[in-house]
Every structure is written in C-alpha cells, then in structure tokens.
C-alpha cells in the first residue's frame, strides 16, 4: 500500500477513529488502526469490540491495500508533522514508512488478518437529527451518568424520540438530569438506552456536522454522520422510572441568577474540603439565599445572594460538585431552585420551563 493524503484531513480522520481505541495489552491488535486503501479514498478503522468507528478521507493512492498502524503512535507522528503531505508506504513487510517533507519515521505494522470484521449492524429504525441540538443536549445531561459498572443500566443515557420532541435523561442515583427539545423536522419514534462514554464521544465528533443519524438494531446502536460511522452496543434492561422520582409539588422555590448563583458556589466551594457539604439557606423575607461551606482545621466561606423566593424559609445541603455541574449545564439567565424539604431531593430547572430538570439528593446535616 502506499497513498499520499493531506496532513490536516489525515489527522482529522485519525482523530474520529481513535475513541475506539482499546488499551487492552491482552489484544494488541485492538489498540491498531486499520487503514485500508482504494479508488482514491483511504478507509479508517478502530475498535475494542464494544464500539467500533469507521471513517473515510479522500487521499492519492499509487498502490491499493490494507495495514495496521499502531494507533496512539501514528497519530502523535501525524500531529507533530508541518501542513503538507503525508505519504504511507508499506512496500517492505511488517512495516510502514511515514514521510512528509524532510520528516520520516519507520513503524512497525500489524497484521490486518488480525483485526475484527467491522459490524455489518442493520438498523430495524432509524431517524435524522440536527447535530447541534443532540450534542449541546448530551453535554447537558451526561454529567450525570454513573461510572459504577455494577449497575450497567446507570451508565446509560436513555434518549427518547416521540411526537416530534427529543428526550435525554441520565442519572447515577445521587442526582438526575432530564432534557426536552421539540424538533421540528423529524418524525419517527425510538427509545434506546447508550453507554454514556459512547454517546458523549459522538456528542463531540458530529458537532462539526449538519446531521447525525441514530439507528437501533437489536443489541447496537448505530450513529452516522459526515463520513463517519460509529457502532456501539445498547445497554439492555430498564432505565428507572424516572418520573416518579421528580416532585410534583414544593415548599420553596427561589428564583436565581445564573451567573451569579455559579460564580457563589465555585467561591464557596473552595472551603467545601474533603466531601463537606454545601449548605444552602433561604430566607424568604429578606430575599436572600446564603451559601456557607465549612471544613475543620482549614477554614469556612459564607455569601449571600439575592433572590425571587416563594413559600417558606428552608436550609439544607448537597455535595458541592454535583450542585455545581447541575447550574453549570442549565440554560437562561435565570434557574429556579425548588425544595420540598430538606430530606427531599432539590430540583434546579430553568426559571421559565419544564424542558430542563436536573434533581439533586440532599447531604444529611448532623
């Protein structure tokens, strides 16, 4: 094989492809990329058997074929060469000469006999979406998906399509994120549940897209867009009934600047030490919300922020990061805090809608 492709589009593709690096040693291959070259076009590969990415760039090919390149090596060699050509040939057997310009490095190649067969995944249904939506919604609610594999189901992003709206809700069982976006040119209806490492990996790639494709076979899920395509398996089971968990009523709600309530709680929080909690007072009379963090032998911080309460005088208190993703990923100028009591989960949603929930458990206070 030997082909020539410019060195921007080269490592672009690169990029794509190498989120479905494994670092598994028991199965070198798996931490390769293939290449494969013909008609003009280069067709690169990557998998580690739980997501598989495929993609393609247009390059000049003197001489077709297929090779395995070392994936993390040939992409750190590609993106510490200049703006030009990159030429790769493997004309000698076990390995692939690299050169552009006065550059040139020889890498040992593995063999592509080796390298899984790309899923030939079927979509029983699939539908169209706009990139910028699906992906600013991922940022959002991901923030909540578990890393605790002993409950698979947690690590998930459960995204819904029906009656033209778009549904993303992730939880790990110490707060819950929900988002709802209508869209107005797509029809169809799906509901699949996406490893969340998967999801926020398109999330990232397809932003630079107009469209991303979301199709669903019986145990994968299927994304397109650009020239890329990326398979990953669906987490089977049922995603909580996450309705019954978000509180129909409440006893305080406290209207808050955005900016200001963020800029509070990432002052606060710097004396919120070794898991102390946040705390958070209401005084519905004076219009005030004080945030007060405290940690033994080092120190505690107090601030107060002017609100728009409703209802009764309450104090409480959460984990300091948790609070702060939550009013990091909500939208608008203004969020609204609710509490039913201080045992309750808090909900921060956004001051004029419905369409962003995010709950959070409170830290019991001794």
Do not use: W
């Amino acid at each position: 094989m030997k082909v020539s492709v410019a060195r921007g589009e080269l490592l672009e593709a690169l990029s794509a492809v190498s989120k479905g690096l494994s670092s598994r040693t028991t199965l070198p291959i798996l931490s390769g990329i293939h290449i494969s070259a013909i008609d003009d076009t280069l067709i690169l590969q990557s998998t580690d058997l739980e997501i598989s990415i495929k993609t393609k760039t247009k390059g000049r090919v003197e001489e077709a074929g297929q090779t395995v390149l070392p994936g993390k090596l040939i992409i750190d060699i590609v993106r510490s060469l200049p703006e030009a050509a990159v030429t790769i040939d493997t004309s000698n057997k076990g390995s692939a000469v690299v050169t552009c310009v006065q550059s040139s490095f020889t890498v040992r190649t593995l063999s592509p006999e080796d390298f899984p067969r790309f899923p030939e995944a079927e979509a029983a249904k699939a539908l169209s979406l706009p990139s910028e939506i699906f992906s600013k919604v991922v940022h959002q609610v991901s923030k909540a998906v578990s890393r605790d594999e002993t409950r698979p189901i947690l690590t998930g992003v459960l995204v819904v399509v029906e009656s033209g709206t778009l549904r993303m809700v992730a939880t790990d069982s110490y707060r819950l994120c929900l988002k709802e976006v209508v869209l107005e040119d797509v029809s169809g209806e799906i509901e699949v549940v996406v490893p969340g490492r998967a999801i926020e990996d398109v999330a990232r790639l397809a932003a630079s897209t107009e469209r991303v494709s979301l199709g669903v076979s019986d145990n994968q899920v299927i994304f397109t867009f650009g020239d890329t395509v990326f398979i990953s398996r669906r987490i089977e089971g049922s995603f909580p009934n996450y309705r019954q968990l978000i509180p129909k009523e409440h006893q305080t709600r406290a209207v808050i600047d955005r900016v200001e309530f963020t800029e509070a709680i990432k002052r606060v929080s710097l004396l919120a030490q070794h898991n102390a909690p946040l705390r958070i007072g209401v005084n519905v009379a004076d219009h005030i919300l004080t945030l007060t963090a405290q940690t033994q032998d080092v120190g505690e911080a107090k601030e107060d922020i002017e609100i728009q309460p409703v209802g009764e005088d309450v104090e409480m208190a959460f984990n300091h990061a948790y609070l702060m993703e939550g009013v990091s990923v909500s939208e608008g100028e203004k969020v609204a805090l609710e509490i039913v009591s201080p045992l309750k989960p808090g909900i921060i949603k956004s001051a004029d809608g419905e369409d962003f929930i995010y709950l959070l458990m409170p830290v019991r206070l001794g």
